[in-house]
């Protein structure tokens, strides 16, 4: 570990590692920031089961970021320090209670403090569906990518990957996909064709965030051992499915309209992962004050440099 890192890490008032029982599993979760009066900031990250950037192994990583918040890190239950098995009996459902035990544990540490969520593709349907049920808790959301329908198998994508040269005969197979019995290899497909062949998950144009670097990071942690950093990537997930054929199946179209929270979303310009068009369409058909959106250029479903400096802002001007 450098010594900026030390640094950092020594001159945060709050910098501890917790186990809190979340939907009936301990779990471990790093809560850090340079005092103890700061707003709250959860990050509900992607995936599922993927924890980057942010995770328990970043402390000291984003003084930035600690600097002005309290920083809840949690490597949700199946990956990073809380690998675990995530079977097929796993529901969308378990993971958004985690993440309201989550909530109220942290407000008992906390009970004054500002409270607000950042969450990323996976972690924005969660987001989502814990401010409906956590209202009085949660001052602000800020969603990076949110997922709300339609997922990988729709026109949008289909025509994004004929444009981009995918032959006629792997076209057929992925339209033929019957995502009631969707298989790992189905969604390996066109998630890496998607990567490869066009600007959805990473924008040629964009600044890319510093990958290798946090991932070094995540090695010298002082929190993870070679298991857990281990875990960040080949985890409990390996194996599920049942998630995924309820992400293929969700339409948070109506929730999204109806928030009653502060609730801001961050798309990259040609994110059709979770699209941008729908995200676009949802917020201008309504007159709901709670619910933004603001288009990041050169950015896909991943966040960009530009995306995580927006989010920044964003974040700053949200806690007041």
């Known amino acids: 570990m450098n010594k900026i890192r030390r640094s950092v890490i020594d001159n945060n008032k709050v910098s501890k590692l917790l186990l809190f029982s979340l939907g009936g599993f301990s779990q471990k979760v790093l809560i850090e920031g340079r005092c103890d ?61 985690m993440t309201c035990d989550l909530i ?26 814990v401010s409906e049920q956590k209202t009085e808790l949660i001052d602000g959301v800020v969603a990076s990518g949110q997922i709300v329908k339609n997922i990988f198998y729709n026109e949008e994508v289909y025509n994004a990957l004929k444009e981009n040269g995918i032959s006629e005969k792997t076209m057929n197979k992925i339209k033929d996909t019957n995502i009631n019995n969707v298989k790992s290899k189905d969604l390996q497909l066109i998630s890496s064709l998607l990567r490869k062949k066009t600007n959805a998950y990473n924008n040629k144009k964009s600044k890319t965030n510093e990958v290798g670097k946090i991932i070094l990071g995540l090695f010298q942690s002082p929190d993870y051992k070679f298991k857990d950093f281990k875990a960040v990537i080949i985890n409990g997930y390996k194996n599920n ?28 310009e040609t994110d059709i992962v979770a699209s941008t068009k729908i995200v676009k369409e949802i917020c201008e058909s309504i007159n709901n004050r709670n619910l933004q959106y603001k288009i990041i250029k050169n950015s896909g479903h991943f966040p960009s440099k530009e995306m995580m400096d927006e989010l920044f802002k964003l974040l700053l001007s949200m806690k007041g």
Request: aromatic fraction near 14%; hydrophobic fraction near 45%; proline fraction near 6%.
């Open 37 to 97: 009066d700061l707003p709250i900031l959860i990050t509900l990250h992607g995936g599922p089961g993927t924890p980057i950037p942010f995770s328990v192994g970043c402390r000291g990583m984003f003084p930035q970021f600690t600097d002005n918040f309290i920083m809840v890190y949690w490597d949700q239950l199946g990956c990073g320090i809380n690998n675990h098995e995530i079977d097929n009996h796993f529901t969308i459902n378990h993971f958004v209670q």
């Open 241 to 268: 499915i049942s998630l995924w054929k309820e992400i293929l199946h969700i339409n948070l179209s109506e929730k999204l309209q109806k928030v009653n929270i502060p609730y801001f979303i961050l798309q990259g």
């Open 104 to 129: 109220d544990a942290i407000k008992k540490e906390f009970p004054s403090n500002k409270l607000f969520i950042f969450s990323m593709s996976w972690g924005s349907i969660l987001s989502l569906l």
